[in-house]
Antibody, heavy 113, light 110 residues
Framework: QVQLQESGPGLVKPSETLSLTCTVS????????WTWIRQPPGKGLEWIGYIHYSGSTNYSPSLESRVTISLDTSKNQFSLKLTSVTAADTAVYYC???????WGPGTLVTVSS | QAVVTQEPSLTVSPGGTVTLTCGSS?????????PYWFQQKPGQAPRTLIYDTSKKHSWTPARFSGSLLGGKAALTLSGAQPEDEAEYYCLLGYSNFRGVFGGGTKLTVL
């Protein structure tokens, strides 16, 4: 059974960089697309972007200038970096296989000083 | 960026049928948008019901089906159960699957 698990700091200061990792088990990261999605408290889902196993990426235009998604095939992980965060980046962050075929449970990241 | 639209809320009677739709500001939704449908219950992560317009996940109940209808993607629930009360989100892909979510439909079974 494929499982994804997000990990990283639950609290980030404004203007700093949010960094999250998604660890994949039961599947090889050297296949498929791997996606990040977020959900602000009480609001809807927002697509952040994906990385293909080949290394190609595609990001949401509204976040593109601040987002980097990368792969670590040796650890079967992929990561999200979001720079210059503000309170508007407070959300539950989910990682997913393909465009949402399997999801992680999500991790809440709060941006606050 | 495209805007994806869903009904904000719908109500269905137990055992009844309801269709949720997913439209695009760019025009007709096609299979090339690879429509996804997700179900989310309070406090839980979303889970996939439908992908690539009409394909079902291994855990998708048979009463859910996906299609294209009137220029939109559609999710039809036939024989609604109380446990189907949830928020439903669609996802469309643009330009090498740059994804855009709809705002969600809150489905009440009453």
């Amino acid at each position: 059974q494929v499982q994804l698990q997000e990990s990283g700091p639950g609290l980030v200061k404004p203007s700093e960089t949010l960094s999250l990792t998604c660890t994949v088990s039961g599947d090889s990261i050297s296949s498929y697309y791997w996606t990040w999605i977020r959900q602000p408290p009480g609001k809807g889902l927002e697509w952040i972007g994906y990385i293909h196993y080949s290394g190609s990426t595609n990001y949401s235009p509204s976040l593109e200038s601040r987002v980097t998604i990368s792969l670590d095939t040796s650890k079967n992980q992929f990561s999200l970096k979001l720079t210059s965060v503000t309170a508007a980046d407070t959300a539950v962050y989910y990682c997913a296989r393909s465009h949402g075929y399997f999801w992680g449970p999500g991790t809440l990241v709060t941006v606050s000083s | 960026q495209a805007v994806v639209t869903q009904e904000p809320s719908l109500t269905v009677s137990p055992g009844g049928t309801v269709t949720l739709t997913c439209g695009s500001s760019t025009g007709v939704v096609t299979s090339g948008h690879y429509p996804y449908w997700f179900q989310q219950k309070p406090g839980q992560a979303p889970r996939t019901l439908i992908y690539d317009t009409s394909k079902k996940h291994s855990w998708t109940p048979a009463r859910f089906s996906g299609s294209l209808l009137g220029g939109k993607a559609a999710l039809t629930l036939s024989g609604a159960q109380p446990e189907d009360e949830a928020e439903y989100y669609c996802l469309l892909g643009y330009s090498n699957f740059r994804g855009v979510f709809g705002g969600g439909t809150k489905l009440t079974v009453l």
